[in-house]
RNA sequence: GUGGGUGUAGCUCAGUUGGUUAGAGCGCCAGGUUGUGGCCCUGGAGGUCGCGGGUUCAACUCCCUUCACCCACCCCA
């Protein structure tokens, strides 16, 4: 128990940061380039926060937050997703009141209970983005190629984007009856989960997996053939801007998303084939930061799962984020000269460069065997010998041979060694 | 929340119809004479056999409980 992390948790160990390091760095360097900032919310807000921006008949809410009360009995919850922070955080700075659009974006832990599996923990990660401000399609396909590009970069492919419109206020309810009178007859033929949707949310029946409810919904009316002006013209400028960006995407009907918010233009990324499940998603949610409390604000967003991406990358092969040891090791050939090596290798970091050196008083030799499993580039010997002549023995570990250097001209000798940039970004 | 599988050294695993000092490979540490890595050889350290209980003269091996992990469902990221 004390050895162990809790249930659906687990510790990125540095073989495994240093691809997270890589993504997260990928995800950054394309938000500069979208003209999105970072910004950080609390990893727990208020309770109601959730139940009112979630919303309180979705999954999420009903059955996988965090919840806790704390020392003066304030119900707070864990963050199950990004969007209803960011929201919060809007409000609270009143960015609605610089110039619009907001354009922001967030990488952090995100907490559902449920049962962990593969793709799937307590504590996962997500990269998203939010646009604020402004209902321009052109801005969900922006907020869309972001994510595109973003998986592109990582090097995955055969991702699909599924894309759909789930109405507005307007032209919703209108299809949601349109839906249950033609569910009406055929109730029975639901499972069980869905018989319940019938009554709350039909419109999630169209994304069940069960194989009877998904040839139900196969007669079923589309929304899109329901919506309002307004929405269907938005759809068709999204889809404009998509194909004139290059990305490929597929009208999905059943496209209904697991979160209460969403307006007009959904949209989930997956990964077809064995696991076969979204990497991310996301939408616009016009009217969201109204039922929080501010000023009609229309916005976009989407978020990905990281493990997932993760994961996806190690199926396709994808490993990105060799290890790079030391440039240097500094070893002592006898223990004489210990001191003169740790002045040495303080000169060594001082100048910038990555060196290290043995800590547990290993023979020489047991030294240069350390210094090839660390992945050390060249290894610094100091003996009796040296530290008379003033010069130091320089091995290059990667061709097996050594060279005799003057001391204060060795920072300079090293540089030579140092990888390039582009190296060093890989 | 529901169903199924698994749990032996740091890692991957073996362990005979329950039988007495629980093994291998890799890894780790140390040696293979005189100041030097990657190969090879030798030696060493390291195990509450997930935890608790039961059956038995005897359990890593059988039974129960519990915990954890994995997989599927639900749902989603």
Known sequence: ???????????????????????????????????????????FEHTELFERGVGDATDIVEKEMYTFLDRSQRSLTLRPEGTAGVVRAYLQARLYSQPQPIKLYYIGPMFRYGRPQSGRLRQFHQFGVEAF???????????????????????????ELHLNSVGCADCRPGYRQELV?????????????CRSRYERNPLRILDCKNEACQ?????????TSFLCPKCAAHLRAVENHLRASGMAYVLDPFLVRGLDYYTSTAFEIMLPGEAGGSIGGGGRYDKLVEVCGGPPTPAVGFAVGLERT?????????????SRGPLVFVAVAAPEA????????CALRRAGLNADKDFLSRSLKAQMKYADRLGARLAVILGPEEIAGGWVTVRDLQHGIQDRVNRDELIGYLQQFLPDKQVENK
């Open 1 to 43: 128990m004390l050895t162990s992390s809790p249930r659906g948790t687990t510790d990125i160990l540095p073989e495994e940061a240093r691809r997270w390091q890589w993504m997260e760095a990928v995800a950054r360097s394309l938000c500069a380039r979208y003209g999105y900032e970072e910004i950080r919310t609390p990893a």
């Open 133 to 159: 401000g402004s209902e321009a399609a052109d801005l969900d396909a922006e907020v869309i190629t972001l994510a595109g590009d973003f998986f592109q970069s990582l090097g995955l492919t055969g991702l």
């Open 181 to 193: 009178q033609y569910l009406t007859p055929r109730v029975g033929e639901l499972c069980e989960t």
């Open 215 to 223: 040839s139900l919904s196969v007669g079923a009316p589309k929304v």
């Open 310 to 322: 993760l994961l996806a990358m190690k199926q396709q092969g994808l490993t990105p984020a060799p």
């Open 338 to 345: 210990r001191a003169a090596a740790w002045e040495v290798l």
